[in-house]
């Protein structure tokens, strides 16, 4: 079957800018993580989704930050005000839920100029 | 607070040897252990799920153990290949609760031919 899908793939934006990054997870998975990775690191966590309520959003750096999950199923990353230090590539993962394996999207590598 | 400690950064081999690749974490309640697979550009692909009942866990060549007590998982790979160059990644979910997953930095692997 399909694996969790990220669009887009790529975004470049300038400053200041808001951006919405979408994920899809697997069919039938009712976890669903958001991990953010710059170069060198392990990815780190932001929130994760138990349904379309979060879960846990302990790991959102800021306000600027949000994420949305309305049908439990597709998710989107919004980041408002975009600051070049949010440079990096976010990732997504989806899940049976806990105690299964997390499976991760191919992630979207965002750019801030 | 969870913290994920991979070591060494970097591992160069020639192929055919068989290797270990550390992973150890300073809170021993975890509830499982993940091992995953990064290759340059590319997002996580999940090689090894180990519950915190299990003491280890094989697919394949790999094989990866969990040591609590001592705050140890390792990562065994035997024969290895050219093909398995990458960056390996480990990462606990503690209990508690979260679901979220603690990533070390990776061990980056290169298997010369």
């Known amino acids: 079957g399909a694996g969790v899908s990220q669009t887009p793939s790529n975004k470049v934006t300038e400053k200041g800018k808001y951006v919405e990054l979408r994920c899809d997870p697997i069919s039938g998975h009712t976890a669903l993580y958001w991990y953010r990775q710059s170069l060198g690191q392990g990815p780190e966590f932001l929130i994760y989704f138990q349904g379309t309520g979060a879960a846990d959003d302990s790991g959102l750096p800021n306000d600027r930050f949000f994420a949305v999950r309305p049908e439990g199923s597709v998710s989107t990353l919004k980041i408002q005000r975009t600051e070049r230090g949010d440079s990096a590539v976010y990732l997504c993962?989806?899940?049976?839920?806990?105690?299964?394996?997390?499976?991760f999207g191919p992630g979207t590598r965002l750019t801030v100029t | 607070k969870q913290e994920v400690t991979q070591i060494p950064a970097a591992l160069s081999v020639p192929e055919g040897e068989n290797l270990v690749l550390n992973c150890s974490f300073t809170d021993s309640a975890i509830y499982n252990l993940q091992w995953f697979r990064q290759d340059p550009g590319k997002g996580l692909t999940s090689l090894l799920l180990?519950?915190?009942?299990?003491r280890e866990q094989t697919s394949g060549r790999l094989n990866a153990s969990l040591d609590k007590s001592s705050g140890r998982s390792t990562l065994y790979i035997a024969a290895s290949q050219p093909g398995d160059s990458a960056t390996y990644l480990c990462?606990?979910?503690?209990?508690?609760?979260?679901?979220?997953?603690?990533f070390g930095k990776g061990t980056k692997l290169t298997v010369n031919p």
């Open positions: 180990i519950q915190s009942s299990q």
């Open positions: 993962a989806s899940s049976r839920g806990l105690g299964y394996e997390q499976y």
């Open positions: 990462a606990a979910i503690t209990q508690g609760g979260s679901e979220k997953l603690v």
